[in-house]
T-cell receptor, first 114, second 115 residues
Framework: GQQLNQSPQSMFIQEGEDVSMNCTSS?????WLWYKQDPGEGPVLLIA?????ELTSNGRLTAQFGITRKDSFLNISASIPSDVGIYFC??????????????FGTGTLLAVQP | DSGVTQTPKHLITATGQRVTLRCSPR?????VYWYQQSLDQGLQFLIQ???????AKGNILERFSAQQFPDLHSELNLSSLELGDSALYFC??????????????FGQGTRLTVV
């Protein structure tokens, strides 16, 4: 199945550091989503982006929809131990019918040392 | 707790068998989505139903099928199981927006192991 390129694959940081991860695609997307998955749980939606260039924040999280519509990034500021988990980006091609499917990134594993 | 309930939580079965995974969406949600998460393929969207009708199809194998019932719960049927079908299967639901995955809430998943 198709997956988006997400980097880095993993990050090991100290509490209080800022984190940045990104996702790139060869396809143009109309929506970019960022999820966090804790062990044994389903993904939880963090941020949704709907327009090219859009910058959206959710607490310490900030995400941007790339101008080319082929990429997105997620920043986490002042990381804390509970930020540990796997972060996934996902792109939605369009609205309705066959384009109404989500393609996920390969995931970024974040470990935060207190 | 997302409000999406999936049963069973764990399932172990033999190759060639058939299983049914069940999903109860959040109260009032009309859309149900199924996803597969495996080590080699990552998270893959399988299929979406909206108010009983198939809305979008992803990377769902022909051996797999799904349906959404009048009470809005959904079932994912996996048949002629192979070792490679071992994975976490997630269901998600969202409110009235038939065309977007946004604001979809995930269940805790069913871990399927094929031996």
């Amino acid at each position: 199945g198709q997956q988006l390129n997400q980097s880095p694959q993993s990050m090991f940081i100290q509490e209080g550091e800022d984190v940045s991860m990104n996702c790139t695609s060869s396809s143009i997307f109309n929506t970019w989503l960022w999820y966090k998955q804790d062990p044994g749980e389903g993904p939880v939606l963090l941020i949704a982006l709907y327009k090219a260039g859009e910058l959206t924040s959710n607490g310490r999280l900030t995400a941007q929809f790339g101008i080319t519509r082929k990429d997105s990034f997620l920043n986490i500021s002042a990381s804390i131990p509970s930020d540990v988990g796997i972060y996934f980006c996902a792109g939605q091609l369009g609205y309705g019918g066959a384009t109404n499917k989500l393609i996920f990134g390969t995931g970024t594993l974040l470990a935060v040392q207190p | 707790d997302s409000g999406v309930t999936q049963t069973p939580k764990h399932l172990i079965t033999a190759t060639g068998q058939r299983v049914t995974l069940r999903c109860s969406p959040r109260s009032g949600d009309l859309s149900v989505y199924w996803y597969q998460q495996s080590l080699d393929q990552g998270l893959q969207f399988l299929i979406q139903y909206y108010n009983g009708e198939e809305r979008a199809k992803g990377n769902i194998l022909e051996r797999f099928s799904a349906q959404q019932f009048p009470d809005l719960h959904s079932e994912l049927n996996l048949s002629s199981l192979e070792l490679g079908d071992s994975a976490l299967y997630f269901c998600a639901s969202s409110a009235n927006r038939a065309t977007a995955h946004t604001e979809a809430f995930f269940g805790q998943g069913t871990r399927l192991t094929v031996v």
